[in-house]
């Protein structure tokens, strides 16, 4: 029975519906001046190291997609990309949307049908190197390395269709930032990182299980201990009626701790006026030694096979008295 109320009898579990993905995917064009060390005119990703006095510009495509394992249905996608120059612990330069359009010539589009955005943006090295010039020499500061950040910022808002009639929405945002660092290393040279970055999401439901095996399990559990009470009530009587009887301490073990207060005495003990039965030997050795005498002690047999033994104490016409019976053998 224990067992079967151990069980649960309901469990709420979670389970996957569909999986989707946000991606951002950050491509780029660097044009090469003239030099003999690469024998082509630009370096795409993974192509070799942007060495700074050898790039003319480079143009950089952000595209945003969304992937979804069920139908989709995209109902609005806020999306806006912002940009920032930093020197490290020095100063930091936000631009708005006039700036980004006049200096990086950034663009922005989004197309539904295809579940993605994206953003253009044009770094002439040589324009960005005078900007750091300009802004450390207004605060008096001096900057070798500097950084461009990049922050798209996606707000989505999509419907998925996870069965016929179970419409389940999507309201996420994400913002795949990528920081572009110019002036690293020597010689100088442009590093860009985590050209891909992905953000993953489930769409789950919550599932009622009722173990109904475990509800019938108790009830038999319970029936069948209701049955086994009674009948083990009964058996433990017939048990106890028909147990031998505890073999009776031998006289001697229950004389050995007061064998200095007891006298052994032929003669039966003589009636009193008042007779005091004691339940121990022990309680009447205790009112031994408060009156100051002794215990008298004498035996009669009896005719089953046992003698009686009787412990006593006189004390005017008061009887202390202790009886005990035991196999007339010992």
Known sequence: MYYTHQLPTEEYTTFPLCTYQHGGTYDYTAKLKPNLLYNQPTLKPGQGPLYTKLIDHINITFTYTFACSHPTNITSIEYQANTELESPEKWTKNFNATDMLYIFQLTNTVNFTQQKATTNLFLNTTQINELVRTLDRDIG?????????????????????????DVRSIHESFAPSLKIEFGIGSPSHISMENLRQTKTGTITDTRHIIYAWVMNWRIASLLAT????????????????????????????????HKELIAETTQKPPEATTTINIKTLEDLAKISEALIK?????????????????????????????????????
């Open 141 to 165: 500061t001096s900057t070798s390395q500097y950084n461009l950040m990049v922050k798209p910022e996606i707000d989505i808002e999509a419907y998925v269709t996870v069965a016929a009639a």
């Open 226 to 257: 209701a049955i086994t009470i009674p009948l083990l009530t009964v058996t433990t009587w017939f048990y106890l009626k028909a147990k031998p009887p505890s073999p009776a301490k031998p006289i001697k073990k229950i004389i050995g701790p």
């Open 294 to 330: 002794p215990i008298l002690h004498s035996t009669s047999p009896t005719t089953n096979g046992q003698t009686i033994h009787i412990f006593y104490i006189i004390d005017n016409n008061t009887k202390y008295q202790f009886k005990t019976a035991t196999p007339t053998k010992t």
